[in-house]
């Protein structure tokens, strides 16, 4: 469920609108994302987007949530618009409109929805709960002092590797980067390749190099991602292109667990979600792993993202819409561990929730947990679409060989800086 993946084409739902009107459900009869349908009788009807999941029987539970929600609150109803494609463009234009959503989720938090007055600080809504959630739910969408969404979950990506694979070719799985080259190359058929990091041949990979050599993206209000060690980092990806050893334009994206499974790759970089997927065609014949230090100095890192719920500021029903998410994430933890644990496979926000996940409490799940609390990062909350194309274009064209790593990046971080002062000002 990371948000890095919606607009990609898994999203194969229809898109739509139901209302929940005092516990019963009925069509909004609109193929418009921003809404339209009907009047339920209650005082109030809160209009609440969700991008289109794609893990099975996520649509059919936000709809249970809400019907649970109206029981509870008959006089608020609740329409539910599932937003198939492009869900962060379609929401940023909507928002600019009377038709903007009262509750909305944000992938990869953005401290800019909070700078534009455009989302509510939600301090009050937490109480005691505050310190049930982990630091980096509550870090995350922390803005000036203050809390501006609620997290309904934690994805962790990383490395997936089949062990048989692996240990056939007497490859240990790999814990450095020269180490995770070396495997990729020598696990390199003529008719596989080694590694699948996305079918451009980056996924995320060059923002992990950078973490893992100990540089960093967005600081102090200033993009360092052109520093010596990004710019190190970011060059030693060319390794893997030069050697021929990535998987490339594959028939679906590093999300989908699809080449592992189909033994087309023996490594494959992933998320969390996918593991229900990979134990049911693999049983335990695979592992788990952070991206590797980039050298001696540097660290594994593995990347935390996830989606919050936040609650449109310039809507006419705050209110209403704060009673919803305080309702759903906060106090509903039997909701909030169905909605991590039945729909592929996450990590609750909420400690207490976490600690009752029985799928999270053994094997390469709980491992991936530990790799999480131990070398989780999250990309900085200005890192926006503008900031991190900036970004991905110059990384593209270093592993492509078409130029310097200083220059690229060097330009890239200076049209970022433009975007950052921008969300900052």
């Not at 109030?44 to 649509?59: D, I, P, R, S």
């Not at 667990?257 to 990979?278: D, F, T």
């Not at 991905?392 to 200083?406: E, F, N, R, S």
Request: hydrophobic fraction near 40%; include cysteine.
């Amino acid at each position: 469920m990371s948000a890095r993946r919606t607009e990609l084409s898994r999203r194969g739902f229809l898109t739509g609108s139901l209302m929940i009107a005092a516990g019963a459900v009925t069509a909004a009869c609109s193929t418009d994302p921003s809404g339209g349908g009907s009047s339920s009788g209650a005082k109030t009807t809160l209009n609440v987007w969700y991008h289109a999941y794609g893990e099975a029987g996520t649509q059919q539970a936000v709809l249970r949530y809400a019907k649970a929600f109206t029981k509870a609150n008959p006089d608020i109803a609740v329409k539910v618009t599932w937003v198939p494609g492009d869900y962060t463009s379609k929401l940023n234009a909507t928002l600019l409109t009377d038709t903007a959503p009262d509750v909305f989720e944000i992938g990869d938090f953005s401290e800019a929805f909070a700078r534009r007055g455009q989302i509510a600080a939600l301090d009050d809504l937490y109480g005691s709960a505050k310190a049930d959630f982990n630091e980096n739910a509550l870090s995350t969408v922390t803005v000036d002092g203050k809390l501006y969404g609620v997290k309904a979950l934690d994805d962790v990506m990383m490395f997936y590797y089949r062990k048989s694979t692996l240990s056939k070719a007497g490859i240990t799985p790999p814990d450095t980067y020269d180490a995770l080259v070396a495997a990729a190359k020598e696990l390199s058929t003529k008719k596989n390749k080694g590694l699948f990091l996305g079918n451009d041949g980056l996924g995320d990979s060059a923002i992990l190099a950078i973490f893992s050599n100990g540089g960093d993206l967005v600081a102090d209000g200033k993009a360092v991602f052109d520093s010596p060690q990004a710019q190190e980092a970011v060059a030693g990806l060319k390794r893997l292109h030069d050697d021929k050893s990535l998987l490339l334009g594959f028939t679906t994206d590093w999300w989908d667990p699809a080449a592992l499974i189909q033994n087309v790759v023996p490594m494959q970089w992933s998320g969390l979600w996918a593991m229900p997927a990979i134990q049911t065609a693999l049983g335990d014949d695979f592992g788990v792993l952070p991206w590797p230090a980039f050298k001696a100095g540097g660290a594994p890192v593995v990347r935390v993202g996830g989606w919050t719920s936040c609650v449109n500021a310039k809507g006419k029903k705050v209110d209403a819409a704060k009673k919803f998410v305080q309702w759903l994430w906060i106090q509903q933890s039997d909701l909030q561990k169905d909605w991590s644990e039945s729909y592929g496979l996450h990590i609750p926000p909420r400690k207490s929730v976490a600690a009752t996940a029985d799928k999270l409490s053994k094997g390469a799940a709980k491992e991936t947990v530990e790799l999480a609390a131990k070398y989780g990062k999250s990309n900085p909350g200005t890192w926006s679409t503008a900031v991190g194309n900036a970004f991905a274009t110059a990384a593209k064209k270093i592993v492509g060989g078409q130029g310097d790593a200083a220059q690229f990046l060097t330009g890239a971080a200076k049209v970022a800086q433009t975007d950052i002062d921008k969300q900052l000002s």
